[in-house]
């Protein structure tokens, strides 16, 4: 059975800070894809990152990096130099050869100035 | 217009009455999801349907029903709503086919409260 693993429930940072939000994932399927959401304050949900599991490379895109490790089975998430503007909730998600996706419970991440 | 269209926005009803949620997409997609999201709990999938004559539950059916009118529309049912029923609920659409990843596109909510 699928099931997706976010054990930070909240964390709180200081502006500039890096900050990484934990992702650990189940899965017996070989053909499958990962994503992160981000869902801020004004409660839309937001995509920004899928992975399949054949494509173990890491993405950087602006501040945001993602370490894919099927090692491991984490799909690890770091913003760098974190602003205000990256509090949100952030859910980490898996899908199994692209049928239904099923979410972790979250991690409020709280930016302060 | 958004792409995924879900009415009401925000409902408030009491204990036992029937509440439907509507959602609308003009993605075209064949796959169409409710979920509910609850603080702490993260988005959990109620029911899904993968074309209009397919029907599926999810975690956490009981208490609900859908109906898949047409490919474009997929509504969900509270036919005697709870407290416990209280909650943000998202309707979402994905791609089918060879090259579906199981990419959502999600409505912007409806947050639903049970007096």
């Known amino acids: 059975a699928q099931k997706v693993t976010q054990a930070q429930t909240e964390i709180s940072v200081v502006e500039k800070e890096d900050v990484t939000l934990d992702c650990v994932y189940e899965t017996r399927d070989t053909t499958y894809y990962l994503f992160w959401y981000k869902q801020p304050p004004s409660g839309e949900l937001v995509f920004l990152i899928r992975?399949?599991?054949?494509?173990?490379q890491n993405e950087i895109s602006g501040r945001y990096s993602w370490n894919f490790q099927k090692s491991t089975s984490s799909f690890n998430f770091t913003i760098t130099a974190s602003q205000v503007v990256d509090s949100a909730v952030y859910f980490c998600a898996l899908s199994e050869r692209g049928f239904k996706t099923i979410f972790g419970a979250g991690t409020r991440l709280f930016v302060k100035a | 217009d958004a792409d995924v269209t879900q009415t009401p926005r925000n409902r408030i009803t009491k204990t036992g009455k029937r509440i439907m949620l509507e959602c609308s997409q003009t993605k075209g997609h064949d796959r169409m999801y409710w979920y509910r999201q609850d603080p702490g709990l993260g988005l959990r999938l109620i029911y899904y349907?993968?074309?209009?004559?397919?029907?599926n539950k999810g975690e956490i059916s009981d208490g609900y029903s859908v109906s898949r009118q047409a490919q474009a529309k997929f509504s969900l049912s509270l036919e005697s709503a709870i407290p416990n029923q209280t909650a943000l609920y998202f309707c979402a659409t994905s791609d089918a086919g060879q090259g579906a990843t199981g990419e959502l596109f999600f409505g912007e909510g409806s947050r639903l409260t049970v007096l």
């Open positions: 349907s993968f074309d209009v004559k397919d029907i």
């Open positions: 992975r399949n599991s054949f494509d173990e």
